[in-house]
């Protein structure tokens, strides 16, 4: 598994509406499946990461009214730039322990 975050600088308002609902839901349907933590961990981060970069897209697409609207949009683009960043970095990391667990089984360790 890789993780993977489309570009969705050309996606219309609809879908980008309709792709931040599905990544939240699968959040929240993962968050409560049993199985393998490191696995359910990796795609619960990677659909945050995408849900926020699909959240930043939707956000380019609005006009502010005035320049506190603009203000913020702003702080808003800034918060899901640093959430998509930390979805990604958890998704890459617990993909890279869970395929580093997976080599070591099997073996002993002193």
């Known amino acids: 598994m890789t993780v993977h975050i489309p570009d969705y600088s050309s996606w219309t ?3 980008l509406l309709d792709e931040t ?3 939240a ?8 499946e049993p199985g393998d933590f490191n696995a359910r961990r990796v795609k ?3 659909a945050g990461a995408r849900h926020h970069a699909a959240m930043l897209a939707l956000l380019e697409l609005t006009e502010p009214f005035d320049k506190d609207a603009a203000a913020r ?3 808003a683009k800034a918060w899901h730039r640093r959430e998509q960043k930390r979805y990604y970095a958890i998704a890459l990391g617990t993909e890279f322990i869970h395929w580093h667990d ?3 089984m099997g ?3 002193a």
């Open 13 to 15: 308002r609809d879908d």
């Open 21 to 23: 609902h599905k990544q």
């Open 25 to 32: 839901s699968i959040q929240a349907r993962l968050s409560g």
């Open 44 to 46: 619960i981060a990677t």
């Open 73 to 75: 949009i702003e702080k």
């Open 102 to 104: 997976v080599d070591a």
């Open 107 to 109: 073996q002993v360790r």
